[in-house]
C-alpha cells in the first residue's frame, strides 16, 4: 500500500514536555537498573575490555536514535516508530511495530515492579513482593493519569537521582584512585593485572555485547516523547546528540573505575559495584544509598513504561490498529484508557509474585529481549523508506539528517542480527529465540483476524 494512502487521524495530544523534561528523560532511558546491579554481569564476561563492549553499543544505539530523530524532527507523533512505519510501508507494518512495542514495556513493566519487591525486601525483610508491586503500580498509574507535564516532572527528578549518584561515583573513585585524601594511590593497575586486560578473550567480550545493548533498551523512548514535546524541533536534537557522551561518561568512565579500584574478578562476587565504591570511600550506608537508587530506576522505567504503552495504543487506535475506545483523552489530554488497560496487563505480574515471587523477573525479562531488536530493526528499516519517500528537495530541507543513512543503517542492521546469533549462546536468553517467531505468527493471524 502507498504511502498516501496510509493517513493517520490527527493526534490531540497536549504538548507539555519541556526541554528539561526531554533531555532527562533521554538521560534516564540510557540509565537503566542494569547499570547498577547487572553491570556485575557483564563485567565477569568480558574483564576490563568490556568498556570496548559498551563504546560499540554505544555507537549502536546512536545510529538507531539519529534514525530516529531525522524522522522524529520532521513529523512529531507520539505513535513514533508505529505510525512512520503505518505511513512509510502499511498497515500490516504499523500493526506489528506498534503492538510489539507495547509487548515490549508490559513484560519490562512487569520485570520493574518485581525487582522493586527485592529491593524493598532489603529494608522490609517482611514486606511480600506483591505488596511493594501493587503499591508501586498504583502510584505510577497515578502519576501518568495527571498530564503529561506530570510525567515529565517525575522523570526528571528520578533521572537526576541517577546522574547524581554516578557522578558521585565517578568523583570519589577518581580521588581514590589519585590517593586523595587517602594515605595512597590505587592507582589502574587493576585494569590489566588479573589476567590481562581482556581475561576472557574476545569471544568474553562479544558475548557481553547481548547484555550491554539490553542496558540500553529504553532509548528509543525519545521518539515517543516528540508528540508531546513543546518544541521538538530543537529538544530532540540535542537529546540524541548528547547520547555518546553519556554512554561514555555513565558507563564507560564508571566502569573503569570501577575495575580500576577492585579487581575485576572479585566484583561479581562482592555485590553491586557501586556499593563496593561508596563502601570503600568509608559511607558506612552504602548499600542502602544504592538500594534507593535502584529503586528509584526501577520506578523511572516503570513510569516510561505506562507512559509509553499509553501513547502506542493511542496512536495504534488512530491507524485502525486498535479499539477506538483508545484514541479517548481525558480533559487533560492523557490516553487515560491505553494506560489503565495496560495497568491491569502489568498487574499480573503482582499475581504471578504471590505465587512465583522468586521467577517473575527472570520470566518477564528474557521475553522482553527480542522484542527490543525487533523494534530497533524496524527503526531503521522505516527510516531508510522514509528518506526514499522525499524528493531530493525535501531531503535537504530536513533540519536533522542522518548522516552517510544507508552505510550506517546496514552496520547497525547487521550488528542487530549478531546479536540474536549471540542469544543462542547465553542460556538465559534463550527463551526469547522461542518467543520472538512465535510473537510474530501472533502478530500477523491477529492482524488478518482484525481485517
Known amino acids: 500500500m502507498s504511502s498516501s494512502k496510509n493517513v493517520i487521524h490527527q493526534e490531540e495530544l497536549k504538548r507539555g514536555l519541556s526541554e528539561r523534561h526531554i533531555q532527562m528523560i533521554a538521560l534516564g532511558g540510557a540509565i537503566g537498573v542494569g547499570l547498577f546491579y547487572g ?70 513493566g512487569m520485570a520493574e515492579i518485581t525487582v522493586i519487591g527485592s529491593y524493598i525486601n532489603y529494608w522490609f525483610p517482611g514486606v511480600p513482593h506483591w505488596v511493594s508491586a501493587l503499591v508501586a503500580l498504583l502510584l505510577m498509574v497515578s502519576v501518568n493519569l495527571i498530564n503529561v507535564k506530570a510525567f515529565g516532572e517525575f522523570e526528571f527528578w528520578f533521572a537526576l537521582i541517577k546522574v547524581v549518584a554516578i557522578l558521585g561515583m565517578i568523583g570519589a573513585g577518581i580521588l581514590l584512585i589519585l590517593g586523595i585524601g587517602s594515605e595512597h594511590a590505587i592507582g589502574l593497575s587493576n585494569l590489566w593485572a588479573h589476567g590481562g586486560f581482556m581475561p576472557n578473550g574476545i569471544s568474553g567480550v562479544v558475548l557481553s555485547l547481548v547484555l550491554v545493548m539490553f542496558s540500553f533498551g529504553g532509548a528509543e523512548l525519545i521518539g515517543v516523547t516528540a508528540g508531546e514535546a513543546e518544541n521538538p524541533q530543537s529538544s530532540i536534537p540535542k537529546a540524541i546528540n548528547n547520547v555518546i557522551g553519556r554512554i561514555l561518561i555513565f558507563y564507560v568512565a564508571a566502569l573503569l573505575i570501577t575495575m580500576a579500584l577492585y579487581p575485576w574478578n572479585e566484583i561479581g562476587t562482592q555485590g553491586s559495584p557501586f556499593v563496593l565504591i561508596f563502601d570503600r570511600i568509608g559511607i558506612p550506608s552504602a548499600a542502602s544509598i544504592i538500594n534507593l537508587v535502584v529503586i528509584t530506576a526501577a520506578l523511572s522505567a516503570f513510569n516510561s513504561g505506562l507512559f509509553s504503552t499509553g501513547r502506542m495504543l493511542y496512536n495504534l487506535s488512530l491507524q485502525g490498529n486498535a479499539p477506538k475506545v483508545f484514541s479517548k483523552l481525558s480533559r487533560s489530554g492523557v490516553p487515560q484508557n ?100 512465535i510473537w510474530l505468527i501472533i502478530m500477523y493471524v491477529g492482524y488478518k483476524l482484525s481485517r
Open 39 to 108: 553491570s556485575a554481569t557483564t563485567i565477569k564476561m568480558g574483564g576490563p575490555a568490556v568498556s570496548l563492549a559498551y563504546i560499540l553499543g554505544g555507537f549502536i544505539i546512536y545510529i538507531i536514535m539519529r534514525a530516529l530523530g531525522e524522522m522524529a524532527v520532521a513529523e512529531p507523533m507520539s505513535g513514533s516508530f508505529s505510525a512512520y512505519a503505518y505511513r512509510y510501508i502499511g498497515p500490516f507494518a504499523g500493526f506489528l511495530t506498534g503492538w510489539t512495542y507495547w509487548f515490549l514495556w508490559i513484560f519490562a
Open 338 to 437: 491505553g494506560i489503565l488497560f495496560s495497568s491491569l496487563l502489568i498487574m499480573t505480574a503482582v499475581a504471578l509474585n504471590y505465587f512465583l515471587p522468586g521467577e517473575v523477573f527472570l520470566i518477564t525479562s528474557s521475553i522482553t529481549t527480542i522484542a527490543v531488536i525487533i523494534v530497533w530493526t524496524r527503526i531503521l528499516i522505516y527510516q531508510l523508506k522514509f528518506r526514499q519517500s522525499k524528493t531530493p528537495e525535501e531531503v535537504r530541507n530536513l533540519t536533522y539528517k542522518m548522516p552517510r543513512h544507508k552505510v550506517l543503517s546496514t552496520i547497525a542492521l547487521i550488528f542487530l542480527a549478531l546479536l540474536v546469533v549471540l542469544m543462542g549462546f547465553i542460556p538465559d536468553m534463550r527463551i526469547a529465540l522461542y518467543v520472538g517467531p
